[in-house]
């Protein structure tokens, strides 16, 4: 299996090895860590940086785009970019949760319009937060004209003249260009040289100009931070660090909550709500995480899933420090399948936002990735990436760490993140469970 540590290396005396990371964990094997600083969410909520009032803002600022969104894309009649909620058959569902009551829902942003995966509703949105703020400046957004305009000559004049640049394992940069390249702006995306060729290749297609870095996607995103410091005609869209990315993923639980209302699904605290979110650097299921629990409070309580060899996140969060903690320091390689999830490095901004909130990091491994890949494309014929799967595979593991009662009248909602768009011969990669793709070509 790829995306395990030489095990040699896994358990090497590191001189600082942080203390509270499980050694199963630095092992490289796959765990459950229970979050020990999970706090009511009326005690983690207030002193957090972002409110309910600000996601709001975020989701007026999506409505007033609908009429150009739905311009640009065909394939967006409404101009909203959401996903469906689907159930699972009882049988799947049954697998999924290994003996355990409840239902199990599958929050489908594999599907989203446009890009396929759920980096699009952070960076489409920055993309538009910075493109609103040109177009005010320039004075093409006065009280009486609509946001279609934006598509105009004249807007996208404005916009050409400016660069949005970014720092992707390939998502998140394709979200970003596919919107940027549509209102007209430059685009250019660093990548690690190992993220997956064809990512790179697409994002080539619609006119991204893709530098390549010799590390990891850290360095790339760390590279592209300084090359953009301070030009005045250019946005970097901070993967690590941004606030707009943040309110863009937790508009999406607004959309949950109304799917789940339309399925007549109750949510409280008899009826509590699990949700399965694969991280790489945080920023996606931190959102959405902040989202829920400022609609839902303590009756949901949201899981990161991570690959066996970057879970980045648990080890920032098991760590307890305030100095940021690679996978690395603790022995092991950031080497897996789940392309999108290798990230040696989570977000601090979303490390401290978290913190209180989460209820659990599961670890899996990519044999698991891909086999539930496999069954859930079979069984209920969704496309997913490894990434996608991941949420699948901490289920189980998850509802037998979690002390008991169990929670027989719950409602499980497994947040799928990518893959629709994967071109046909990775998917039948993919489905083959073949290890991470060589070096770019
Ligand atoms: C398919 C997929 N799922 C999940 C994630 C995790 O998002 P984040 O890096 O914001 O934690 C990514 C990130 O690129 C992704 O591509």
């Given at each position: ?320 420090l305030e100095r940021?903690?690679?996978v690395y320091d ?100 993919a489905l083959r ?9």
């Open positions: 299996m790829d995306g395990l540590p030489d095990p040699a290396r896994a358990e090497a005396p590191h001189q600082d090895i942080p203390r509270g990371v499980p050694l199963a964990v630095r092992r490289g094997q796959p765990t459950v860590w229970l979050n020990p600083h999970r706090a009511p969410t009326a005690d983690g909520l207030p002193t957090r940086a972002v409110s309910l009032a600000d996601v709001e803002a975020a989701l007026a600022r999506w409505r007033r785009f609908e009429p150009l969104l739905a311009r640009l894309f065909d394939e967006l009649e409404t101009g909203r970019i959401d996903s469906p909620l689907r159930a699972l058959s009882e049988p799947v569902a049954r697998r999924v949760l290994g003996g355990a009551g409840g239902t199990v829902w599958v929050k489908a942003d594999h599907e989203l319009p446009v890009t396929g995966c759920i980096k699009a509703r952070g960076g489409v949105y920055e993309v538009l937060v910075y493109a609103e703020a040109l177009a005010r400046e320039a004075g093409l957004l006065g009280p009486r004209e609509g946001y279609a305009r934006l598509a105009e000559p004249e807007a996208r004049r404005v916009f050409g003249a400016h660069t949005v640049a970014v720092g992707s394992t390939g998502n998140l940069g394709f979200s970003v260009g596919v919107m940027a390249r549509a209102l007209g702006f430059r685009v250019e995306v660093h990548m690690s040289r190992d993220a997956k060729a064809w990512k790179k290749r697409r994002l080539r297609e619609i006119g991204a100009e893709v530098v390549e870095h010799a590390g990891d996607y850290g360095s790339a995103v760390a590279a592209a931070r300084t090359g953009f410091q301070g030009r005045p005609d250019a946005h970097f869209v901070d993967d690590e660090d941004s606030l707009d990315l943040f309110l863009g993923y937790a508009t999406a639980a607004f959309d949950l909550r109304r799917q789940l209302a339309e399925a007549g699904v109750t949510v409280d605290r008899d009826h509590p709500l699990f949700v399965y979110l694969p991280c790489g650097v945080g920023g996606a299921p931190g959102g959405v995480t902040l989202g829920l629990k400022l609609l839902f409070g303590d009756a949901v309580r949201c899981i990161f899933v991570e690959p066996v060899a970057a879970p980045c996140m648990l080890v920032q969060l098991a760590a307890g940021t903690v690679s603790v022995g092991l390689d950031n080497r897996t399948a789940a392309d999108g999830l290798a990230v040696a490095r989570a977000s601090m901004l979303v490390a401290r936002m978290v913190r209180g909130l989460i209820e659990a990091v599961a670890t899996v491994s990519d044999d698991a990735l891909h086999a539930w890949l496999r069954d859930l494309w079979h069984a209920a014929g969704l496309r997913l990436e490894p990434s996608a799967a991941a949420g699948f595979a901490a289920v189980r593991p998850f509802l037998t760490a979690l002390p008991p009662p169990n929670p027989a009248r719950a409602t499980h909602v497994v947040w799928t993140t990518g893959g629709a768009l994967l071109p046909e011969a990775e998917f039948q990669k469970g073949s290890a991470a793709e060589p070096a770019a070509e």
